[in-house]
């Protein structure tokens, strides 16, 4: 696990407060903002907020200071690669949407056990699925949260997140195998990190920053096992298109019961 800490800096310092406590995370202090006080290149990674230009909003980002995973990373639905693909994705007709079963009309109840920073879970809660995000760690989480608060505040995505999307910071293995039967959801979701994944420069940052913080996730299958014994009509696990499906004792040799796939990814489905 990296070293990571809070870049306090003048205009945000009370909400880099409470961050910091929320996220038991110490602080340090930018040379971009604090004069001749820089310790924040000591850490791994830190967070901080900044404005957001766009739209005139503080945005929360998780920076490296050696420059080694890239730039900083935030979660942005509004604008860039996600609303790109909201504006122009394919709609239904998108491989995403028919892994999940949004045919026709159907609006599914779906939880995302792998929120991660959201991109997929945002899809299909445009599409106009209800989805409960799941994501384990509070990192990741936090710039999430800060990603759909921003996004609340676009006249346009303001249902999207504030009526179908809701996030939980939990371990979805516990948390699926906690639900009560009758808040099953129709569909789990799950993309667990894959340890070979290479795809274009944007990806690749963000999934590097990504993996730097949490890992591989090596107890994919025991998510799996937990999905199978939730969802009400089918787990979907998106892996890179020649990936192995997902195995381990724990599955006793389930196999998915078909796939959709796309160029570089391929969406295994089980049916419970
Ligand atoms: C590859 S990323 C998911 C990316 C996401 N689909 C997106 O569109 O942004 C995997 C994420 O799942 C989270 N994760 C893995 N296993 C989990 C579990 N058992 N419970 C909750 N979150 C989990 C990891 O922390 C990581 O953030």
């Given at each position: 696990m990296p070293s990571i800490a809070v870049a306090t800096n003048l205009k945000y310092a009370s909400d880099c407060a409470l961050l910091a406590k929320h996220l038991n995370l110490p602080i340090c202090h930018d040379k971009n903002n604090h004069d001749n006080v820089d310790d924040c290149a000591t850490f791994d990674l830190f967070l901080g907020y900044e404005d957001d230009d766009a739209n005139g909003l503080q945005r929360l980002t998780l920076t490296d200071p050696s420059g080694n995973l890239g730039s900083s990373l935030y979660v942005d639905f509004i604008a860039g690669k996600v609303g790109h693909r909201h504006r122009f994705?394919?709609?239904?007709?998108q491989p995403l949407a028919k892994a999940i079963g949004l045919k026709g009309g159907a609006n599914p109840t779906v939880i995302?056990?792998?929120?991660?920073?959201?991109r997929d879970a945002f899809v299909i809660a445009s599409l106009g699925a209800q989805v409960m995000l799941i994501e384990r760690s509070p990192i990741i989480a936090a710039l999430l949260e800060d990603g759909l608060g921003r996004a609340s505040h676009d006249t346009e995505l303001k249902t999207i997140v504030t009526e179908r999307m809701n996030l939980v910071t939990a371990n979805a293995i516990k948390w699926l195998t906690d639900l009560p039967t009758e808040k099953h959801p129709d569909v789990v979701y799950m993309d667990p990190m894959y340890p070979h994944r290479n795809k274009s420069a944007l990806v690749k940052k963000e999934m590097r920053v990504l993996r730097e913080l949490v890992g591989d996730d090596e107890d994919a299958s025991q998510l799996l096992h937990a999905a199978l014994g939730c969802a009400k009509r089918r787990v979907t696990v998106k892996r890179p298109r020649t990936a192995p499906i997902l195995s381990g004792s724990i599955l006793s040799n389930r196999k998915p019961n078909g796939a959709v796939e796309s160029k570089n990814t391929r969406y295994d489905i089980y049916v419970p």
């Amino acid at each position: 696990m990296p070293s990571i800490a809070v870049a306090t800096n003048l205009k945000y310092a009370s909400d880099c407060a409470l961050l910091a406590k929320h996220l038991n995370l110490p602080i340090c202090h930018d040379k971009n903002n604090h004069d001749n006080v820089d310790d924040c290149a000591t850490f791994d990674l830190f967070l901080g907020y900044e404005d957001d230009d766009a739209n005139g909003l503080q945005r929360l980002t998780l920076t490296d200071p050696s420059g080694n995973l890239g730039s900083s990373l935030y979660v942005d639905f509004i604008a860039g690669k996600v609303g790109h693909r909201h504006r122009f994705g394919g709609g239904r007709g998108q491989p995403l949407a028919k892994a999940i079963g949004l045919k026709g009309g159907a609006n599914p109840t779906v939880i995302d056990a792998t929120a991660g920073l959201g991109r997929d879970a945002f899809v299909i809660a445009s599409l106009g699925a209800q989805v409960m995000l799941i994501e384990r760690s509070p990192i990741i989480a936090a710039l999430l949260e800060d990603g759909l608060g921003r996004a609340s505040h676009d006249t346009e995505l303001k249902t999207i997140v504030t009526e179908r999307m809701n996030l939980v910071t939990a371990n979805a293995i516990k948390w699926l195998t906690d639900l009560p039967t009758e808040k099953h959801p129709d569909v789990v979701y799950m993309d667990p990190m894959y340890p070979h994944r290479n795809k274009s420069a944007l990806v690749k940052k963000e999934m590097r920053v990504l993996r730097e913080l949490v890992g591989d996730d090596e107890d994919a299958s025991q998510l799996l096992h937990a999905a199978l014994g939730c969802a009400k009509r089918r787990v979907t696990v998106k892996r890179p298109r020649t990936a192995p499906i997902l195995s381990g004792s724990i599955l006793s040799n389930r196999k998915p019961n078909g796939a959709v796939e796309s160029k570089n990814t391929r969406y295994d489905i089980y049916v419970p």
